[in-house]
């Protein structure tokens, strides 16, 4: 008779375990990041955007955008931090995910970085020049070839990662390359920068970085993405409001820098360059909000256009207005 009750406890525990462990599953989300500067990598870093939500996270880190569109459509990946021209290709071609939170507006943070000889925009022709594949930086490369009437015949382009970018330089291969943080400081190491992507945007092409979500996970969990922007955002006013909390010895810029590279010095410098709009703005038709007159849905579309004028994609959709949605944020700015 023990043995028997011992083997029904057994089983019992068993079962615990299994449901408590299908709980879990239930709760879990695979986040998808790139290296750059933004607060909210601290809650990547110290283990508290995990924490505070209650879910079981799995951030991955990947090296563009293009990337972490491939994964979201092998359904590996749920959530992405993405740049705009990856995510106007990705629509473009079918892929269902919405942009919820607006994670950095490129400014500073981004920058095409040439050689000393090279003096003006102008000088590009001929020089072979980088960028990530189909990045937002290789979106603003071939905008500012266009700007300065230079056909890609003129020049070379290479669409190759960030790693390469910066050993192609270290080797003397390229001429420039536009990049973003880490590789922006080492290429600004011996080279200049030439044009900021903020300086390409008023030139005529702008850029955004988004947290996009893929449909299905938005449906099944509204209440996930209102908390999990409610909680990045607080990164972002906790950074405004003390940005000598993130200075160049503080334990927030260690950890970031342990997180992506660099040191905690380059790291506390390169969140000086990031600019995220508030939830205000958010929610307008500034970014997400507005529908058709959506900031989001006019960029997207603007640089489909130009992508496919380019080649890279082969169609432009009539209207890129469902790609935004400003409702997670509105929930985050109510409870806030």
Same mark, same amino acid.
């Given at each position: 008779m023990r043995k028997l009750i011992s083997a029904a406890l057994f089983g019992l525990a068993l079962t615990s375990v299994h449901t408590a462990a299908n709980a879990a599953d239930d709760k879990?989300?695979?986040?998808?990041? =790139?290296?750059?500067?933004n607060p909210y990598n601290l809650g990547i870093a110290n283990g508290d955007l995990a924490k505070k939500t209650g879910w079981n996270i799995?951030?991955?880190?990947?090296?563009?955008?293009?990337?972490?569109?491939?994964?979201?459509?092998?359904?590996?990946?749920?959530?992405?931090?993405?740049?705009?021209?990856?995510?106007?290709?990705?629509?473009?071609?079918?892929?269902?995910?919405?942009?919820?939170?607006?994670?950095?507006?490129?400014?500073?943070?981004e920058a095409l970085v040439v050689r000393?000889?090279?003096?003006?925009?102008a000088d590009l022709r001929g020089k072979k020049l980088a960028a990530a594949p189909v990045s937002t930086d290789h979106y603003q490369l071939l905008a500012v070839l266009k700007q300065e009437g230079i056909s890609e015949?003129?020049?070379?382009?290479?669409?190759?990662p960030q790693p390469e970018i910066v050993a192609a330089w270290k080797r003397g291969d390229i001429d420039?390359?536009?990049?973003?943080?880490?590789?922006?400081?080492?290429?600004?190491?011996?080279?200049?920068?030439?044009?900021?992507?903020g300086q390409v945007a008023d030139r005529g092409a702008p850029t955004f970085s988004a947290l996009v979500v893929t449909g299905a996970?938005?449906?099944?969990?509204? $209440?996930?993405?209102?908390q999990y922007v409610r909680l990045i955002d607080g990164y972002n =006013?906790?950074?405004?409001?003390?940005?000598?909390?993130?200075?160049?010895?503080? $334990?927030?810029?260690?950890?970031?820098?342990?997180?992506?590279?660099?040191?905690?010095?380059?790291?506390?410098?390169?969140?000086?360059?990031?600019?995220?709009?508030?939830?205000? $703005?958010?929610?307008?038709?500034?970014?997400?909000?507005?529908? $058709?007159?959506?900031a989001v849905a006019k960029i997207l579309k603007d640089t489909a256009s130009f992508l496919k004028d380019q080649h890279k994609i082969t169609s432009v959709k009539d209207s890129y207005a469902a790609f935004a949605d400003p409702q997670y944020a509105e929930v985050a700015k109510a409870s806030n």
């Open positions: 879990k989300v695979v986040i998808a990041y =790139q290296t750059g500067a799995e951030f991955r880190r990947f090296n563009s955008g293009a990337d972490i569109f491939a994964a979201i459509a092998s359904g590996d990946v749920q959530i992405g931090d993405v740049g705009s021209s990856p995510f106007s290709a990705a629509v473009s071609k079918g892929i269902d995910v919405k942009a919820f939170y607006i994670s950095s507006v490129s400014r500073d943070g000393p000889e090279i003096k003006s925009p015949k003129e020049t070379q382009v290479i669409a190759i420039g390359g536009f990049v973003w943080d880490p590789a922006l400081s080492e290429l600004k190491k011996s080279g200049k920068v030439l044009l900021t992507a996970f938005a449906k099944a969990n509204p $209440e996930f993405l209102g =006013q906790a950074y405004l409001s003390n940005p000598a909390a993130w200075g160049p010895d503080s $334990e927030s810029a260690r950890l970031i820098a342990k997180l992506q590279g660099g040191t905690a010095a380059e790291n506390s410098e390169q969140l000086k360059t990031t600019v995220v709009p508030p939830l205000d $703005e958010q929610v307008s038709d500034k970014w997400l909000g507005g529908g $058709e007159k959506s």
